[in-house]
């Protein structure tokens, strides 16, 4: 047993305040966007220049000027604001949003983060994910805690090119939520139906107490 | 003077040269200056640096420049959603200089404002920073980056008056803005130009000082990923 995708998102949900700016990333921390808990308002930032993210357009509603950092079609809000990329990337920079959640590759137990790039095979770039975790208030991280074949993905050292140095705030996994803290990760919760033991078992980082 | 000019060929007379740095707009295939980049083309220029936010798709955007390999060095943050890229870049055949997508941006914005180096914390610890000065300010580390003064800047407004005043819509505003400023000559391609007095000058996005030649065209404005939600019953 252990949380599915859905089940991420909506545990990422709950660390949403009311009033935050919020900047989500692709895949699963898209997802978030559909378990903002009630009674909780926050404005999604979509860094290619835009607050007040709305949902996809109904078909035929699709608008080629109107897209999300994801390039994908999406709507406003009457809230929305337009703004160029210098400014998007000054509010990042300048600590105005107050938390970012993104996706992951790695993440070590100093809060080390790498998800943009494995070197040979992947060479995509980082687009906005270096100027998001060095700039905003809070990272949340949302992502498998094993790979395929069973290894760790919490790791005591990165293997893969940082996105960031000591960036990390939280990780949530499919088999629970760990805090970066000085000496390693601590155990916030674990997943339904997971132990803090399999927990353990299934994590190279160091945990502590 | 005048800034309007009858086609984007018309408006790029007497700018290009081999070698050149070339800044451009757009994020994706969104406010991209897709006239310009298909006049570019048809000149021939060649050994182009561009620096843009991404490189296009195969086939359109900048990825027409890519495939008649006019193109010798990007600078991008992403450049993923082109094969023709990848093999060129994999192959040695074309320089890549991955620049974070905020430091690009404030780049060209510090460019055309007369600022030639910044210090951020973006991407300190990481590859981005190998090479650079490093300087601790308040008990942060940060690394100082480089403003980015192009030979032309290519961009996409919606709409402009005949002084080169432009207004963008939505989403496409991006890099626009910031990559007019950095250039030391300003092309821009807009869906329309309207008579002068009848854009408000409290709602200009990029005042006319900075854009020197416009050309009024027709858009493909492709959509990179059409994504769309059931209408309730």
């Known amino acids: 047993m252990a949380w599915d995708r859905n089940q991420m998102a909506e545990r990422a949900g709950r660390e949403l305040h009311d009033g935050w700016y919020v900047n989500l990333g692709i895949g699963i921390p898209t997802l978030v966007a559909n378990y903002i808990p009630a009674g909780v308002h926050v404005t999604l930032q979509s860094e290619n220049g835009m607050l007040g993210m709305g949902p996809f357009p109904y078909e035929g509603e699709e608008d080629a000027d109107l897209i999300n950092a994801g390039k994908q079609t999406i709507t406003e809000l009457p809230q929305t604001a337009y703004f ?19 996706g992951a590759m790695e993440v070590a137990e100093n809060g080390d983060l790498a998800n943009w790039m494995i070197p040979g095979k992947l060479v995509k770039g980082m687009g906005g994910a270096m100027d998001l975790v060095a700039g905003v208030g809070r990272v949340v991280v949302v992502m498998d805690h094993t790979s395929k074949h069973g290894e760790s993905k919490l790791l005591h050292t990165c293997t893969l090119p940082l996105t960031g140095a000591g960036v990390v705030n939280r990780i949530i996994t499919n088999l629970g939520v760990l805090d970066v803290v000085p000496g390693g990760l601590k155990i916030v919760e674990c997943a339904t139906g997971v132990t803090a033991a399999e927990l353990r078992a299934a994590t190279e980082a160091t945990i502590v107490a | 003077m005048k800034k309007v000019y009858k086609s984007a060929g018309d408006a790029l007379d007497g700018l290009l040269f081999d070698g050149m740095l070339i800044a451009a707009g757009g994020f994706g295939l969104c406010g991209i200056p897709e006239l310009l980049i298909a006049a570019i083309q048809k000149a021939g220029t060649k050994n182009l640096t561009v620096a843009s936010n991404n490189a296009g798709v195969d ?78 300010f308040d008990g942060q580390t940060y690394i100082l980056e480089r403003g980015i003064v192009a030979d032309l800047a290519i961009v996409k407004a919606w709409k402009a008056d005949p002084s080169g005043n432009l207004v963008f819509r939505k989403t496409a505003r991006n890099f626009n803005p910031p990559a007019a400023t950095c250039g030391k000559v300003c092309v821009a391609e807009v869906e329309e130009i309207v008579p002068l007095g009848t854009l408000d000058p409290d709602g200009i996005h990029l005042p006319g000082i900075y854009v020197h030649r416009i050309v009024q065209g027709r858009h493909e404005k492709r959509i990179e990923q059409r994504t769309t939600r059931k209408r309730e019953a």
Not at chain 2, 73 to 80: A, E, P, R
């Open chain 1, 84 to 102: 160029d990329s210098a400014q998007s990337f000054a509010m990042i920079r300048g600590g105005k949003i107050a938390m970012a959640i993104l």
């Open chain 2, 59 to 136: 086939g359109f955007g900048l990825g027409v420049l890519l495939a008649t390999r006019q193109v010798k060095k990007m600078i991008s943050s992403y450049v993923g959603e082109n094969a023709e890229f990848m093999r060129q870049y994999l192959s040695g055949e074309l320089e890549l200089e991955f620049t974070p997508q905020g430091t690009l941006a404030e780049r060209l914005r510090a460019g055309g404002a007369g600022i030639p180096g910044f210090y951020t914390r973006t991407g300190v610890g990481t590859v981005i920073a190998e090479g650079k000065e490093h300087k601790d």
